[in-house]
């Protein structure tokens, strides 16, 4: 009969069986004795040391050891009251390591997402979506660490956890090569690009490296084209040709009208940019130079400067001056200045319309060297260099012969002309009084069509935004369109300004450019819109597929909206990607008020994050999704 060991204390035993799954016998001991340390400076009935190391069958040694350890975490559990300093504690190893393992597994379940060099990454954008949505789980750790942990920079961890984003460089044009191709090949490529996450420069590179396909990028864009496996963004087409526009200016004869305009002339002042404006008023029916004034910047002052040396320079006053829609071209001022002369506005873009001046500018711009000087009072000098190089410029320009004109020069043809007779000067000033009383009425007319309400809203844009519009020539022209259109460009140009990406010198006439573009696209949305409704009421062959894909869609709501703008930025056909932006609108319009911002903002945020879809289109997805939230009667 074998030899019992000897039996302890049940409850001894009892107790020992219970710690030992969760906290070793050297742990137990060491804070058992942390324990009677405490206890026994409050005069608490402890345990002897003798029965803890008893007990937990812990080393004497090792116990005392840890609990010294123990002692002296003991102390930092608890800091001092009130806010915590703001330290940057380096994250839990664990963390880091589950976070790296995440982004490790999606990169390897999905080639090409991320591609590149340390100098220059790309990243799909379902690896941005995938980060945006890891980091609300990992939101503990702090965002330079989150950042070092997936392998990407810090700033464009920034960037994508916020709305704006910048855009990938453009593809690379590449050569083609003929389509002399194997079936196999082509089913190669196809295959490929089905599993392809990436952008399409980086695809085609990936083709000829791993497949061995040697097709150029042209070749493979018509290959996916031809097999409807991609459809390329096509630029718009340009513009008629100009020269169809030639020679509708009217004219009549010397110094019945002046064209006027200024440019700019930048030089090198002590190695210091410096740019002065240079107003030039040239002749209609000769092209002469007639006036040039030299300013700091293009203001009223330069358009009566350039003026009163016209005159001087003729010895007559024109019938009229015709200058661009710049505010400081109308002011009173100008008016005062011109006496006589009528002021005519030029046409709205177009730049034939002032053919006469803006040649000449080309011209000028050609024929001038660099100006670099060294010296002081930079703006001084550079306005009188600047004057003398200009008027140099204008009398050599009118000595000039000239081929179109059988060799005459612009002076010969301004001095020698047949002697004006009253029944001409009068036929003109007729046809010009008559233009611009028609542009008096047309003003009027269209001042007493408009809102009041848009009126008032207009002014206070205006005074908001710092735009000059003294005669409301621009603010007849926006409030033409809807309060609709008008908020939402107002809203797009302060943006632009406060994120500082508004173009130098803007003025009015930017806010009119952005309006026509918001105006053409809130037009289009009805048409959109009165299609989907149509198409739903239906039940056509299009929608019905996409009304059972919303219909099964499930999850929280918070989920199911990332999956609507999901099938709506993988859409390329504007209907569709209509109606997974109203599904996504309608989900949000469904939840708690206080919820909707937010709900917007990460919407919003995953469309800026798809970098596959131009940036114009994801502006006017997330304004389309506003729009449909929270619509302006």
Known sequence: MSKQPPQKNPRTVISIADLRPAVAPNVAAALLLSARALGAALDLPMPATSAILEATGAGKSCAY???????????????PSGRPRSTLEPPPFESVRALHHEVLEYVYAHPGVVHGTTDRRRYADSFRHFVVDLRQRYVGIALPAFADAIGIPLGTAQEWLHRGVPRDDPNEPSE????????LQVQTLLSAWAAWKGPFTAFCEHARREHALRFGNTAIASLLELHGARTPKRRTGRTPDEEALRGLFRTFFADAQWVGDGTGLQMLIDGEAVTVNIELNVDAFSDAFVGIDVTAEEDSAAVVGAFAQGIATTTRQPIALLLDNKPCNHTTDVDAALGDTMRIRATTFRAQNKAHVEGA????????????????????????????????????????????????????????????????????????????????QARQTCEARQD????????????????????????????????DTIIDSVAIYAGKAKGGTLPPSVDARYLLGIVKNVHH????????????????????????????????????????????????????????????????????ATQLADDHSDLYRSAVRRIHNTFKVRPEERDLAARRLARRLWPVV
Request: charged residues 35%.
């Open 176 to 183: 083609s090569r003929p389509l002399d191709t194997t079936v």
């Open 452 to 483: 009041p309400l848009v009126r008032e809203l207009l002014d206070r844009a205006f005074e908001h935004l710092g735009l000059d519009d003294p005669e409301r020539h621009f603010r007849n022209a926006i409030a033409r369109y809807s309060r």
């Open 521 to 588: 696209a809130h037009e289009a949305d009805a048409i959109i819109d009165a299609t989907i409704d149509l198409r739903l009421a239906a039940r056509d062959a299009l929608l019905a597929p996409l009304v059972r894909r919303r219909d099964e869609t499930s999850g929280e709501a918070k989920a199911r909206v990332y999956a609507f703008i999901d099938e709506a930025m993988a859409t390329e056909r504007d209907v569709e990607r209509r109606f997974w932006i109203h599904a996504a609108a309608d989900l949000i």
């Open 361 to 440: 500018f080309g011209l000028f711009k050609a024929e001038l060297p660099p100006i670099e000087l060294d010296t002081s009072n930079s703006m001084r000098l550079a306005i009188y260099i600047a004057r003398l190089v200009a008027e140099t410029f204008a009398r050599g320009i009118n000595l000039r012969p000239r081929q179109g004109r059988r060799g005459t020069s612009r002076k010969d043809l301004h001095r020698a002309g047949k002697p004006i007779s009253r029944e001409q000067r009068a036929a003109a000033e007729q046809a010009l009084r008559a233009r611009l009383r028609k542009q008096e």
């Open 65 to 79: 050891e840890l609990a010294s350890k123990l002692k002296s975490l003991l102390t930092s559990l608890a800091g």
